[in-house]
Structure formats: C-alpha cells, structure tokens
C-alpha cells in the first residue's frame, strides 16, 4: 500500500503539471484544486490518529511540490538572461524551513540570489520577474505568505542583527534551485553568525523565553493554554533544540542523546509532548478553520474528544 507520501506525490505529479503554453496564472483553478484534495487527505489522516508530527511535515511537503511546480513553470516561461545561468534559490524559513506547518500555519519564503541578480541595488528583471510570478500565484489561490529576496551576504548582516531572524535561517531549508549557493549561506552562518555568538545568542533565547511566559501565563497548568507560545508549550521545545545548537552544534534529540546530554527516557518524553503539542495545535486549526494557539475552555471539550481524551474512550492513546 502506498504511503502518505507517495500518495501526496502521485497527486502531485498528476494534478500539476500545466498543458503547453499555459502560464501559471491561467491555472490557479488547478493549484487550489490540489491544494483542497491534499488539505482534505490530511485532515482524514490526522483525524484517523495522524501524528502532530507526521501531519505538520505532510502539509510542508504539499506545499513543496507545489512550489516546485509554479516555479518550474515560471522559470520556463522566461527567457534567461545571456551567458552564465544565474544563481537562485528558493528557501523555506521558520516553521517551513523546519518542515512542521500545521494546517493554517503561514508559510516563509526566502528568494536567495547570486550577485549576478543585482544591478546596482535593484534585482535585476529576470529575479524580479521571477518572484513576483510565483509570490502573485501563491497570494491568488489563497495562500498566507511571508518572504524575502535576499543575497548570502543580506542573510549574515541581517542574522548578526536581529535574534529572531538568526533563529529562522538557521533553520532554512532548500526547496528549490542552487543547492551550492544554499551550501554556502548555511556555511556562512555557521562560520559568521553561530561561532562565536553562543553566549549572545543563548541570553537573548532565555530573556525571550522569559518574556513570552509573563505575556502567556507563567505556569503549565493555565486554564486556557496557549499551545505555541506559552509554559511548556512548542516554542519552549523549539528553544531548548535551538539553544543546544548554538552550544553544542545539535539538531535533534537524537543527537543530544548521542552526546549523552539526554537520556533516552528524556529523548522519548519530549518527543512524545511535542508531538501530542502538533496534534492539539493541528486539531485546534481544523476545528477554527484558520490560525489559532489558544485552548479556550470553549474548544476545550472537542479538542479532548478528537484527540481520544474522554470519558467514552479513556484507553485510547495517541
């Protein structure tokens, strides 16, 4: 039997490619299409003991394809300019860049460019001319979408700048496009922007940690938790993987296990809250049907239900 992947990429494989000489902009009927039977198998899936996980990754790799897709038909349809092709990368950030994006999550683009992109400070016709093609396309059929046009030497000035940035590009993921150029920004980074800034970076993670839980309840037993951002909640898990990094140069629980940092019992725990977190969060998105952290007393009782928390199923486990 087939799995969710292989399912998700045969959908994709079948529903996107464009008939010849047609534009992306003639076809956004053909992308919220896909986009609605692949939102439809997921919610199926998770809704049928999917995990938070499992799910969060899936929804990334719809948008993947799809992403690949537009700009493959985009990049067909213009001309490039004479001589050496030029450099481009398109990256996902944040939550995208980690591949978790629950159903109603916004997704963050970067366009990463070579210095062939660039006449004097505007992008030069062909870059332009590109992320607009694809950025109006997603915007058409309804997506939520954050990006930026950037060169390597953009994504180190603004990572030493801002926390939360840094943050974000240390989890950039490449979608599409230039994989040497992707190697070379996370090079950088490392060498720039991680080396070096360890204690810097560490202090500014706890500081907002400390911020966050003054804003959204200092305690893991709210009344109405906020998932995301609150005690205990993911961005705590996020900031914990985020902080060994710098510190220990880790990506994974796996991996602060190896180092023996954590035990296995730890590993298993936090992996396990995490994605018991992803599925509230997923559950709570379906049932708002748009972006939403907060488990009002409201919603508490159909969330519990959902997820086999109840009176009627106490045996049954995620």
Not at 138 to 156: M, N, P, Q, T, Y
Not at 260 to 288: C, G, T, V
Request: hydrophobic share 40%; net charge positive.
């Amino acid at each position: 039997m087939p799995t969710l992947w292989e399912k998700i990429k045969a959908s994709a494989d079948k529903r996107l490619p464009l008939p010849a000489g047609r534009q992306p902009s003639q076809e956004l009927a053909r992308y919220k299409a896909y986009l609605k039977v692949e939102t439809h198998r997921l919610k199926m899936q998770h809704r049928a003991d999917g995990g938070g996980r499992n799910i969060c990754h899936a929804r990334a790799t719809v948008l993947d394809l799809l992403l690949r897709h537009i700009l493959d038909a985009i990049q067909a349809s213009i001309p490039a300019p004479a001589g050496k092709p030029p450099s481009l990368a398109l990256v996902a950030t944040g939550g995208y860049g980690r591949a978790e994006l629950n159903p109603h999550s916004d997704i963050d683009i970067m366009f990463l460019y070579g210095g062939e992109q660039v006449h004097g400070n505007k992008a030069s016709p062909h870059l332009a001319a590109i992320a607009d093609g694809l950025l109006y396309t997603l915007w058409d059929i309804g997506l939520k979408v954050g990006h930026a046009v950037r060169s390597v030497e953009d994504c180190v000035k603004i990572a030493n700048s801002d926390m939360q940035s840094k943050t974000s590009l240390i989890e950039a993921r490449l979608i599409a496009g230039d994989a040497a150029l992707f190697e070379r920004m996370q090079h950088l980074l490392l060498t720039k922007c991680v080396a070096g800034h360890e204690d810097e970076y560490v202090a500014a993670r706890t500081a907002d940690q400390a911020a966050r839980r003054a804003k959204h309840g200092n305690s893991a037993t709210m009344q109405e938790p906020n998932i995301k951002n609150g005690c205990g909640g993911l961005r705590d898990f996020q900031n914990l993987l985020w902080m060994a990094h710098f510190k220990y140069r880790t990506r994974s629980l796996g991996e602060l296990q190896e180092r023996e940092l954590i035990s296995a019992a730890e590993a298993r725990q936090l992996e396990a809250a995490y994605d018991f977190l992803l599925r509230a969060r997923n559950e709570l998105h379906y049932h708002a049907d748009r972006a939403a952290d907060v488990l009002t007393k409201s919603v508490q009782p159909h969330v519990a239900y959902q997820l086999g928390y109840t009176d009627r199923s106490p045996s049954r486990r995620l």
